[in-house]
């Protein structure tokens, strides 16, 4: 199962963006999922993540910007980011996990191929 990612781009200070993660072929309500990104010269961290029955964990450098939500019936999970920041700029991954644990921890069993996301000042 390959997740597909879509909705980054190329923005200015203070606008916003809404990524989409696409699962295809999976059952997608058993899954937990979860945002990640990963800046040049800086280890992936996690975003924000969701679990099968929408309880939603953000990293402090996302709350208050940043809503990940989820739609079983399109297999699809969003990030929805507010008041971008050129420190948000990287490329943003989404991961599925049966486990909302594991995602915390980012590990999933299945990831996208990531995409990118510029903020400009």
């Known amino acids: 199962v390959e997740l597909v990612e879509s909705g980054g781009g190329l923005v200015q200070a203070g606008e916003s963006l809404t990524l989409s993660c696409a699962a295809p072929?999976?059952?997608?309500?058993?899954?937990?999922a979860g945002w990640f990104r990963q800046a040049p010269g800086k280890e992936r961290e996690r975003v924000a993540a969701?679990?099968?029955?929408?309880?939603?964990t953000y990293a402090d450098s996302a709350k208050g910007r940043f809503t990940i939500s989820r739609d079983n019936v399109k297999n699809t999970v969003y990030l929805q980011m507010i008041g971008l920041e050129p420190e948000d700029t990287a490329v943003y991954y989404c991961?599925?996990?049966?486990?909302?644990?594991?995602?915390?921890?980012?590990?999933?069993?299945?990831w996208g191929q990531g995409t990118q996301v510029t903020v400009s000042s």
């Open positions: 969701i679990s099968v029955g929408n309880s939603t």
């Open positions: 072929g999976l059952t997608f309500s058993d899954y937990a």
């Open positions: 991961a599925v996990d049966r486990w909302l644990a594991n995602v915390v921890q980012g590990i999933g069993d299945y």
